[in-house]
């Protein structure tokens, strides 16, 4: 981790974007499905998007002065849809240190193999944390099943990563694809913090309809954080906004979703919200280069 921390000059950038996905692998296989991509271009209004690969991805935000965590879903056992490698994802962010950020995915109900491949990843590869969908992948987070895999992260210092609330992928398409949203309601992960107090935790997105349950984990739990991705910021709700501002101050992070939202879209909506300039910087880099380890933390003495 030391030695990726080195390749980001954190002072030079505007911004480090916590939420992008790694939507096609270099042979061409897709993360989703084609009936799950269609379904959720129509819900971004993002039909024709490209799926750009790591190498673009490294471009679009190296242009701009930012950097970006980039994962995948494995969501193998509930889809039956092969992944994208971890291995390769980590690689190519390997070959662009200097703005790419890589998180792995692995399917918790790989069970203790799981567990195994994350040491491995995050040994051999240099991987910074993980991101989990628990509506894609089927499951609840506080699961025991997948408390194995937690341990790993947790001992090895890097970031858990929760989707929360509803989902773009499988909106539409009949009967959700069988997707279902009550995995994702960000309590379920209140247990988690609870039991891996040093984990570090992000839930993704405004937890539409459980925001208010997001808001109450994050302020009680301190390793608990909050990614503002998959919305535009004109759409958040006053309550977030208002945390945003204060309690949470600390422990809020830009996000965007690209590709399906992109930077430029969220930070041009974002500088019209009433966010306060001494937390601005905080929510676009700050937060995350803590939380990342690219920035010591604060000096705990008065």
């Not at 193999?113 to 987070?141: D, M, N, T």
């Not at 858990?160 to 009949?174: E, N």
């Given at each position: 981790m030391t030695?990726?921390?080195?390749?980001?000059?954190?002072?030079?950038?505007?911004?480090?974007?916590?939420?992008?996905?790694?939507?096609?692998?270099?042979?061409?296989?897709?993360?989703?499905?084609?009936?799950?991509?269609a379904a959720s271009e129509d819900y971004f209004k993002a039909h024709g998007h490209r799926r750009p690969t790591i190498e673009?991805?490294?471009?679009?935000?190296?242009?701009?002065?930012?950097?970006?965590?980039?994962?995948?879903?494995?969501?193998?056992?509930?889809?039956?849809?092969?992944?994208?490698?971890?291995?390769?994802?980590?690689?190519?962010?390997?070959?662009?240190?200097?703005?790419?950020?890589?998180?792995?995915?692995?399917?918790?109900?790989?069970?203790?193999?799981?567990?195994?491949?994350?040491?491995?990843?995050?040994?051999?590869?240099?991987?910074?944390?993980?991101?989990?969908?628990?509506?894609?992948?089927?499951?609840?987070?506080?699961d025991r099943m997948a408390?194995?895999?937690?341990?790993?992260i947790e001992e090895t210092g890097t970031?858990?990563?929760?989707?929360?609330?509803?989902?773009?992928?499988?909106?539409?398409?009949?009967?959700g694809a069988g997707i279902r949203l009550k995995y994702s309601n960000p309590l379920h992960v209140d247990d988690v913090a609870a039991d891996f107090p040093r984990l570090k935790i992000i839930l993704a997105h405004p937890s539409f309809p459980w925001q208010d349950e997001a808001l109450a984990v994050a302020t009680h739990k301190p390793g608990v954080h909050i990614d503002l991705s998959g919305w535009s910021p004109k759409y958040f709700p006053d309550s977030l906004v208002r945390y945003a501002n204060s309690?949470?101050?600390?422990?809020?992070?830009?996000?965007?979703?690209?590709?399906?939202?992109?930077?430029?879209?969220?930070?041009?909506?974002f500088a019209g919200l009433p966010i306060r300039d001494e937390v601005r910087p905080k929510i676009l880099k700050e937060n995350a280069a803590r939380l990342l380890g690219l920035t010591p933390p604060p000096d705990p003495s008065p």
């Open positions: 030695d990726r921390a080195a390749h980001l000059d954190v002072e030079a950038l505007t911004a480090i974007d916590v939420h992008t996905h790694a939507e096609v692998s270099r042979d061409g296989h897709g993360a989703l499905s084609p009936e799950l991509f673009e991805i490294a471009a679009h935000y190296r242009e701009r002065s930012m950097a970006a965590v980039v994962f995948t879903v494995d969501a193998e056992h509930a889809t039956g849809h092969r992944r994208i490698s971890n291995e390769e994802i980590a690689e190519s962010c390997a070959a662009h240190p200097d703005v790419l950020i890589p998180f792995a995915s692995v399917d918790p109900w790989k069970g203790r193999a799981a567990a195994r491949e994350a040491r491995r990843l995050v040994a051999e590869h240099g991987v910074r944390g993980f991101k989990f969908h628990p509506s894609i992948q089927g499951f609840f987070p506080d408390y194995p895999l937690y341990e790993v970031i858990a990563l929760f989707h929360t609330g509803q989902t773009g992928i499988g909106a539409g398409v009949p009967g309690l949470l101050k600390d422990k809020v992070l830009f996000g965007s979703d690209y590709p399906v939202l992109t930077p430029d879209r969220w930070l041009a909506d």
